[in-house]
């Protein structure tokens, strides 16, 4: 691992390690987590604990190890490139994009008093700061689209049927904005959802392999 590496991932150790802290020291608790489903029905939570797990898992072994065996490596770069990148771009577009059309389907103005402006973004903003950084600053060998594709295509499913697992066991919609459409259009919505993520994961991947050109050009 390269010293730029070791230092970026050293640091999200110590910004990861803060997160925890600040998750203990002020604890929120909406009504919407009280019910069925809890926090986990949300996206943005699996991204916030997917993230925490990540830079605390590489983080830490940054300061054990100053090169990844192989086996770790790949795993890492392909972890990166299919959940964390792409993962962290939908939430903060899908939050923000929709907080902007109307936000009361996301996060009604109440919430103001209960949830603080780092948490908020901490949870909807920062994610996709940290995510471009380790883009630039981080050598990844990128998945090809067919190796990736599986997952991109299993892991945002696994999240919608968790959703909709949560609303058949409880009649909750994890965004208000789900309750409002009708089966075609949940139908047509959450296929948009995959497809979407999809996408995201090949402009991740072409990201990632233009970053990699442009650096053996640099060498060169």
């Not at 792409?86 to 899908?94: D, E, G, K, N, R």
């Not at 919430?111 to 630039?136: G, R, V, Y």
């Not at 067919?146 to 968790?162: D, E, I, K, N, R």
């Not at 990699?212 to 060498?219: A, D, E, H, L």
């Amino acid at each position: 691992i390269g010293s730029v590496e070791v230092l970026f991932y050293r640091c999200m150790l110590a910004y990861h390690l803060f997160v925890c802290w600040y998750r203990v020291e002020y604890p929120v608790y909406t009504p919407a987590d009280k019910t069925y489903g809890g926090k986990w029905k949300y996206l943005t939570h699996w991204n916030a604990m997917l993230q925490l797990l990540y830079y605390l898992l590489f983080g830490i072994l940054s300061l054990v190890t100053p090169s990844l065996p192989t086996t770790l490596r790949k795993t890492r770069d392909y972890i990166y490139h299919v959940i964390i990148l792409p993962l962290s771009v939908f939430v903060a577009a899908m939050f923000w994009g929709l907080y902007h059309w109307d936000r009361e389907m996301v996060f009604p103005a109440w919430l103001d008093e209960m949830i603080t402006p780092f948490f908020n973004h901490q949870k909807h903003t920062a994610i996709i700061i940290w995510s471009l950084a380790e883009l630039c600053l981080v050598h990844h060998v990128v998945p090809s689209f067919t190796h990736g594709l599986l997952l991109a295509v299993l892991f945002p499913s696994c999240y919608l049927m968790t959703v909709l697992y949560v609303n058949y066991k409880s009649g909750v919609w994890a965004y208000p904005i789900l309750g409002v459409l009708d089966s075609t259009g949940l139908g047509v919505f959450l296929a948009s959802c995959i497809l979407g993520y999809v996408g995201l994961f090949w402009v991740s991947a072409t990201l990632g392999r233009t970053r990699s050109r442009v650096q053996s050009v640099k060498i060169e």
